[in-house]
């Protein structure tokens, strides 16, 4: 158990619709990232946060956006879902911004019908 | 580093061998390094670590060599077990923040 919680564990949905995802970080960290595991692209970066503030942007398109909050959760919402969203979105956490380990949460697994 | 998108290449080892998982990074300017490992079902578990001033670094039963001149990073498990059985991959961090790029990964399947 690396400390990061992550709900739901299983979300299914249709396309058009808008879900969030959600993340607590380990406790102590600071820093909050979300990733996209697909068949097809592997493990990528979305985006990162550090102490509520959007820190780097990976490939993250328009239709998603994130934020962390004060008590240092974040969500990631996804809107106007499509087939292609489907996969697993991880959170991670680290205590650093920066050339820190980042600590992975179980994942939440997306299947947009 | 660059994702290889389906591909997966697999090593199969017996139990109680020593395995070798090879990665090649893409990113000159990487500072640091990381090996995951992940099973079915779960995130990506770290494993370990290293950053480019180093070139080798010991855990327990695992060790990690960076080869900067070749971009290449190895891991090294000795007397694999069947709780190894996983995919693991590598990550490198050479970006600003602390954004990962990750591998296409390798699955390791243990034989007993």
């Known amino acids: 158990d690396s400390g990061v919680t992550q709900t739901p564990k299983h979300l299914i949905t249709a396309t058009g619709q808008r879900v969030t995802l959600r993340c607590s970080p380990r406790?102590?960290?600071?820093?909050v990232y979300w990733y996209q595991q697909s068949l097809d692209q592997g493990l990528q970066f979305l985006i990162q946060y550090y102490n509520g503030e959007e820190r780097a942007k990976g490939n993250i398109l328009e239709r998603f956006s994130a934020q962390q909050f004060p008590d240092l959760h974040s969500e990631l919402n996804l809107s106007s879902l499509e087939l292609g969203d489907s996969a697993l979105y991880f959170c991670?956490?680290?205590?650093?911004?920066?050339?820190?380990?980042?600590?992975f949460g179980p994942g939440t697994r997306l299947t947009v019908l | 580093g660059e994702n290889v998108g389906l591909h997966l290449p697999t090593l199969s080892v017996q139990e109680g061998d020593n395995s070798i998982i090879n990665c090649a990074y893409s990113n000159s300017a990487s500072d640091y390094f990381i090996w995951y490992k992940q099973e079915s079902g779960k995130g990506p578990q770290f494993i370990i670590d290293?950053?480019?001033?180093?070139d080798k670094r010991q855990g327990q039963r695992v060790t990690v060599l960076l080869n900067k001149t070749v971009k290449h990073l190895s891991l090294q498990i000795a007397a694999t077990q069947p709780g190894d059985s996983a995919v693991y991959f590598c990550?490198?961090?050479?970006?600003?923040?602390?954004?990962?790029?990750f591998g296409g990964g390798t699955r390791v399947l243990v034989k007993p």
């Open positions: 990550a490198e961090n050479g970006a600003a923040g602390n954004k990962l790029t």
């Open positions: 991670a956490s680290s205590r650093l911004a920066y050339t820190d380990t980042q600590y």
């Open positions: 290293i950053r480019s001033n180093m």
């Open positions: 406790s102590g960290d600071l820093s």
